[in-house]
């Protein structure tokens, strides 16, 4: 897609969980070139929210249209190959194995489960072209210098953006990060947003997750904020931000 067509677009969903609404008639969309952030307190149904965008989990209403598609009840495999890619909360590498491995082995896995089962599997040709592609990720998010290190040892900003190079492997158009950026120190933020805004740069449509305010004011062209499972807000981030809606939320607790 070209910049500011429209990537995905979400009405009406809805997921329940017993008595429980966790995302209720939730919209949003999000175009190419744009980075669009959700925010909200604990419990206000984000991860819900990207679980069924990433197709790990089913809505009992709505629909996801996701460049022209509907992707309602497609596996998370497919919703990959499509060309939607994300990140988890909690990084999940190989520590001992290198980054270059990592990198190809979570792109072969992607919607696997049973990462070395699926690795052993591969032939030769597939080996290389995967390793090809894990090393042209890994330098586009400029890593290249560390491809032969233990994963374990990067720094827990590099691990973040080592998670991205994974995500890039399936030439995605949508990037779903879940909280790229806690944890990470001053530098580290300032990395990831660099790298967010050459995403952004290149075309790259950018959804993500986060609760660090400072690092989604700086970067982000759009807020959708949510509690209870609903939108209670969307805007700019300035506007946001002094909304009394969204203070409440944060602060009336
Ligand atoms: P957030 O990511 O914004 O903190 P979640 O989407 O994780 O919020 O959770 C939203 C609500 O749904 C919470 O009340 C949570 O307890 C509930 N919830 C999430 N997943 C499940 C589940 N699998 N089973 C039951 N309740 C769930
Ligand atoms: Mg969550």
Redesign the pocket.
Known sequence: PRKGERVLEVSGLT?R??G?V??KDMALRVDAGEILAVI????????????LLSCV?TPNAGEIVFLGERINGYSPRKVARAGLSRTFQHVKLLPRMTVLENVAIGAHQRGHRGVFASALRLDGTEEARLLAEARRQLERVGLGEYLHHEAGSLALGQQRILEIARALCADPCLLLLDEPAAGLRHKEKQALAELLRKLRAEGMAVLL?EHDMDFVMGLVDRVVV?EF?QRIAEGLPEEVQRNPAVLEAYLGG
Request: hydrophobic fraction near 35%.
């Open positions: 997921r969980f017993g429980l966790a995302n909200g307190p604990n419990g206000a149904g984000k991860s819900t929210l990207f679980n989990d997750v949510m499972g």
